[in-house]
């Protein structure tokens, strides 16, 4: 499901990006008023309390008369409708705010984490870190958000009571109609180990350097 969200969120962006361009090559004097028309249709909704709102999007039936928060452009827009329409485990944090809080997490998210809304919104999403995770992981997450570039990793997390578990984590800026990033989307998918050992074991049938497998053996002692 990860991987097939990356796909189709690239593929409408690159589709977005192409039809953009042909409005402004054809339809020069009205490109600005098509952009701002498509992006009105597709809007969504992620708070009713104005731009410096950090409370989390609200249901269908809360969302009637409030004025959105903030508008996305198409693609975007699409990957969010697909993540709550499948019910995935996600957040949405705000970089606009000090250290880039969570604004609104899902069902999902707090059920796969056992916390609850209140152990959520407003922090950090570090508080997922302990002591297995892996540094470097963690780095690469925050060079992905600070270029705006979608990133995905596969980093130990720990659910609310401590347990520990290996989460595929995909993250993806979230841009308005000017091409600024207003959100990020962080999806959460649990890994189970024996999917790990099973991945492990078919590069082990592959054909590959020695260092490769090396640094493979390495890799899997260190997490035992």
Not at 35 to 61: H, M, R, W, Y
Not at 137 to 149: L, P
Not at 158 to 163: I, M
Request: a negative charge; proline letters at 5%.
């Amino acid at each position: 499901m990860l991987e097939c969200l990356q796909e189709q969120l690239l593929a409408m962006r690159k589709q977005n990006m192409a039809l953009r361009q042909v409005v402004k090559e054809h339809m020069p004097d009205e490109a600005a008023t098509v952009f701002e028309k498509c992006i009105n249709e597709k809007a969504l909704v992620l708070s009713g309390k104005g731009t410096d709102s950090a409370a989390p999007i609200q249901s269908d039936e809360e969302d009637e008369g409030k004025q959105p928060n903030c508008l996305l452009l198409e693609p975007d827009f699409h990957l969010m409708q697909a993540l709550m329409e499948s019910q995935q485990n996600f957040t949405i944090s705000d970089p606009s705010m000090p250290d880039n809080p969570i604004v609104y997490a899902s069902q999902g998210f707090l059920t796969l984490t056992g916390y609850t809304n209140q152990n959520v919104i407003g922090r950090n999403c570090r508080f997922l870190q302990g002591p297995g995770t892996d540094p470097r992981a963690i780095d690469i997450i925050r060079r992905g958000v600070a270029e705006g570039r979608d990133t995905s990793v596969c980093l130990m997390n720990y659910k609310a009571d401590g347990t520990p578990f290996w989460n595929q984590f995909f993250v993806a800026a979230l841009r308005d109609d000017a091409g600024k990033i207003v959100n990020f989307v962080g999806v959460q998918c649990e890994v189970q180990e024996e999917a790990q050992e099973a991945f492990r074991e078919r590069l082990r049938k592959i054909p590959l350097p020695d260092e490769l497998m090396r640094d493979d053996n390495d890799d899997a002692g260190d997490e035992m």
